[in-house]
């Protein structure tokens, strides 16, 4: 799952919104303002900062005497030692408190170096805790923080089409990165920009084009082409890129830099294109082979009414320099739509509830997709000695302790599902009895737990075939009615089959089949019930459905929610666990794959949705958040410590921060009820 991506041609979108019509008249627009020469005519980016209740300070990269800082008027008043600077960039709040983090990239060294900055006295100072070399010829950098948690995130840009992505966060008095994912185009990335409120990243390939993606670490990698070079309207070089956002209205403006153009996009209308303009004539000089960009609609002075776009001027006739456009400017030479002014000092706020996960389980042993599906046993004489079951659908099942340590791993077959149930009555012992689907026999794989040695011990009486050429999904129910166990287990096809599982007489376990249930479609996640006698089954594409748990209880399943119906779901629908809170109560969580959430409903009633909850990464703890989860399970138990309210263990099919293989992430349920003001059991 942790790739490295290559991007080319064949990953372009349509251009339609790009090319063809004509040739569109291009307004020449006037600079109201430039900043003095860097000392080596070696500018590249820039940005610009408010500063108290009006006025501004422009911070502008120099490979000589590091970060520029500069009045509205173009005055240099300070600098920031940062070394060879070939970019830099600047967020607001955490790490620091009540000041700006600006990043920059030292060419020289290839490192990221992070600094504190008071933008009203200009003080600032270094914050860097440790080397951070990025391994790669840099040549860009931007920042992008997560609205959903406020972390904070650098990407680097190298030459060779390196796109770097860190975490950023405190350590030991400073500033720590840690590197969380990497993306590749086929050629120099030179420039990036990402959006905090929509989450975007966009990536300026010098001869290729401008690129969108995900910007959050845990995303799918799905590139997209906003405009390319020679095929769109960018007629040589891609340049410099800027987000501009002021309410609802949002733009992006890049830099055709061999035209000395500036194309501007509709962010709100698939980034259709708008129109372009020069910056050129009055009393300041053309900008020419426009690199880095950068646009706030802050208002930072009356001549700058809705805010100001920066752009580096390479050719500027003293030397290389920073230009100031008034964005209303702009907005009136295209006819833009103009909203509210956005203070980038107030960051963006979602109303997703976040939780963070406390502990992970070593990685499995190979890559791509592996882990999938979790199962808890509890030692009901010390919770604390409980165990994860996990199934690695390449290889076995993994048997972890509740620090995510390896206590065993049986090499048994492709696992994809696991389930346990206590009090399986086998000879004259009651067991604990677990139950996996095994695609490498197409079976149903048997063990039960020794409490003393917390392993697992093969007890299926020979081969248990399930009928299905790929079995997936899998869970187990214990009938209150008759005290039989059974495992419901569904097929590629979708179809759901049910086992009563009994004593053979010989100390092992066969599988009979009792009753078949038909979809239409892929079922995967399953639980049942065992106190209600209810079944729940996620049908990926379609919804949730329930029906009951006894063999006898017919096959026509009932509607819980669908994808189609409901804004919270975006498919595929995959694990689902129950928390009991006793008397029939309690909560389902079910695994939302499409966008990286964990939907929960009542137990009780008609299964009402409750809310939902993404579990991003804790940057204290090095533990990243989890995504594209397959199973998971949900436990009301008291395990003692963090989670003597229970426990929530879901798989993590993007284990990154650092990237490894896919593992599993335990999340106190202590944490999610406070995060959707939900119930504990006491």
């Known amino acids: 799952m942790n790739k490295t991506w290559l991007v080319g041609f064949f990953a372009t979108a349509a251009l339609a919104s790009c090319a063809g019509g004509g040739a569109p008249r291009v ?20 940005l610009i900062l408010p500063r108290g209740n009006g006025g501004g300070l422009i911070l502008g990269s120099s490979e000589t005497t590091g970060v520029e800082l500069y009045s509205l008027d173009g005055a240099r008043i300070d600098a920031i030692a940062s070394g060879a600077t070939v970019s830099v960039d600047a967020r607001y709040g955490a790490p620091s408190e009540n000041a700006w983090v600006v990043a920059t990239l030292d060419g020289a060294t290839n490192q990221l170096r992070l600094f504190e900055l008071d933008a009203e006295t200009g003080a600032h100072r270094e914050r860097t805790a440790r080397a951070l070399s990025i391994g790669f010829a840099g040549e860009s950098l931007c920042l992008y ?7 904070l995130y650098a990407f680097a840009l190298g030459g060779a089409g390196q796109i770097a992505q860190y975490m950023i966060g405190a350590r030991d008095g ?28 966009y990536v300026a390939e010098q ?19 906003i405009d390319a070079v020679r095929l769109g309207r960018i007629t040589e070089e891609a340049g410099g890129l800027a987000i501009y956002r002021a309410g609802a209205a949002s733009y992006l403006v890049g830099s055709d830099a061999s035209a000395n153009q500036f194309h501007v996009y509709d962010r709100n209308n698939d980034h259709a294109y708008v129109g372009s303009f020069t910056l050129g004539g009055g009393d300041v000089d053309s900008v020419e082979a426009a690199g880095g960009l950068n646009a706030s609609s802050f208002a930072f002075s009356p001549r700058l009414p809705q805010g100001a776009l920066v752009a580096t001027d390479d050719e500027n006739d003293g030397g290389a320099n920073y230009k100031l456009v008034s964005w209303a ?78 206590l065993q791993f049986l090499p048994d077959g492709r696992m ?46 020979g081969l248990q075939p399930t009928g299905f050429l790929d079995p997936y999904g899998l869970c187990m129910y214990r009938s ?12 590629d096809d979708g179809d759901l089959r049910q086992y009563r599982l009994n004593d053979s007489g010989n100390g092992r376990v066969r599988a009979t089949p009792v009753r078949d249930i038909p979809f239409n479609s892929q079922t995967e996640g399953c639980v049942a019930d065992d106190e209600t006698g209810v079944l729940y089954v996620a049908e990926e594409d379609v919804g949730l459905w329930r029906i009951s748990a006894e063999p006898d209880g017919g096959v026509a399943p009932t509607s819980v929610i669908t994808v189609a119906a409901h804004g919270a779901l975006k498919d595929d629908l995959e694990g689902i666990g129950l928390y009991d809170l006793g008397d029939g109560r309690g909560y389902l969580v079910l695994s939302s794959q ?22 991003l990464a804790d940057a204290a703890r090095g533990i990243d958040g989890i995504s594209e989860t397959d199973g998971l399970e949900v436990l009301s138990a008291n395990l003692g410590g963090p989670y003597a309210a229970g426990i929530f263990v879901a798989q993590d099919g993007r284990n990154i921060a650092p990237q490894e293989n896919q593992n599993f992430k335990l999340v106190p349920w202590s944490a999610i009820a406070g995060a959707l003001n939900l119930e504990t059991r006491p």
Request: hydrophobic letters at 35%.
């Open 27 to 46: 307004p020449a627009l006037y600079a109201l303002a430039e900043t003095a020469p860097t000392a080596q005519s070696d500018a590249n980016t820039a």
């Open 145 to 151: 923080r997560d609205a959903r948690d406020q972390t």
């Open 174 to 201: 400073g500033f720590d990165a840690t590197l969380v994912r990497e993306l590749r185009v086929a050629s120099e990335a030179s420039y990036c920009t990402a959006d905090d409120v929509s989450g975007d990243l």
């Open 207 to 225: 001869g290729v084009g401008f690129w969108r993606f995900d910007a959050d670490p845990e995303a799918e990698v799905v590139p997209h082409l």
């Open 329 to 406: 400017d702009i907005a009136d030479a295209l006819n833009l739509t103009t909203g509210a002014a956005q203070d980038p000092r107030t960051p963006p706020q979602s109303d997703m509830p976040i939780v963070h996960p406390l502990a992970e389980t070593t990685p499995v042993e190979t890559d791509g997709d592996s882990a999938d599906d979790p199962a808890i046993w509890v030692d009901r004489h010390d919770p604390t000695r409980s165990i994860i079951i996990g199934t690695q659908k390449q290889s076995g099942l993994y048997v972890y302790d509740l620090q995510g340590n390896v």
């Open 416 to 461: 994809n599902n696991v389930d346990v149930r206590d009090n399986f009555r086998l000879g004259d012992q009651t067991v604990a009895l677990v139950a996996a689907s095994n695609r490498t026999t197409d079976g149903i794989a048997l063990y039960r737990v020794d409490p003393a040695t917390r392993r697992l011990i093969d007890v299926a009486d």
């Open 480 to 491: 209150a009615r008759s005290g039989e166990t059974y495992v419901f287990i569904n097929g």
């Open 594 to 615: 499409g966008n990286n959430t964990y939907a929960v409903f009542r137990r009780e009633g008609n299964n009402d949705y409750v809310g939902s909850f993404a579990v």
